[in-house]
Each structure stands twice: as structure tokens, then as C-alpha cells.
């Protein structure tokens, strides 16, 4: 059984920086697609950043330049460092990947169909 499990949300000022984890066990790690995505209050889960093998990584807009993802595959860990945090990215952060192990759009969160429990990264003005 697959499962994800993030860590290292917390409560930052804006400006500041945090590390998220998400320890991934139960499957072959380096071959899959791993996306972290992020919902705000009353708002849709969005894409924030995403894998694949081969260095080929994806951001939405409103990150590029702040955040960076990266994958440790000896460790079975997919990271998202968050730099210059904004009141904005308020937001419980998921930790995602589909079975099939790759996806046809990024930012299509029906085609995740493992997802972690979430981890909640707060940013005050």
C-alpha cells in the first residue's frame, strides 16, 4: 500500500522560508510523478509545483522563483522549499502522486489518486 506523509508546515512570517517533506513508502519512488499541491480556505486545490524523472519539473505561476522541488530517491522523499513566503500561499500543502505514475496534464488533480494528509503552512503580514 502506498502511502505519503508530509511534514514541516508551520506558522511563518511573510518573507520567511519553510522546508516541507513528504515521505513517500510502498512503491518504486523514483519513477512516478510527485506533485504537491496546496488548498486554501473556500478555494480549489490547486497545483504548486510537480516531478518527474529526469530533473523535468513544473510550477504554477504565482511560485516560480520561490519555490523549488526537489526528490531525494535514496531517501524516498520528495521536498518543496518555499522562499519569501506571502500571506497568499496560506494554505494546507498536499503531497500527491497517480498510481499510474505519470499524468497526462500537471495540474489535473483527478489524475493524483494517492494523496498524503496534508500539512498546514501559515503565513502572517
Known sequence: QVQLVESGGGLVQAGGSLRLSCAVSGRTFSRFV????????GKERELVAASWTGGIVYYTDSVKGRFTIS?????NTVYLQM????????????????????VGSWSNKDEYDIWGQGTQVTVSS
Request: aromatic share 12%.
Open 34 to 41: 510527485m506533485g504537491w499541491f496546496r488548498q486554501a480556505p
Open 71 to 75: 526528490r531525494d530517491n535514496a531517501k
Open 83 to 102: 522562499n519569501s513566503l506571502k500571506p497568499e500561499d496560506t494554505a494546507v500543502y498536499y503531497c500527491a502522486s497517480p498510481t499510474s505514475g505519470s
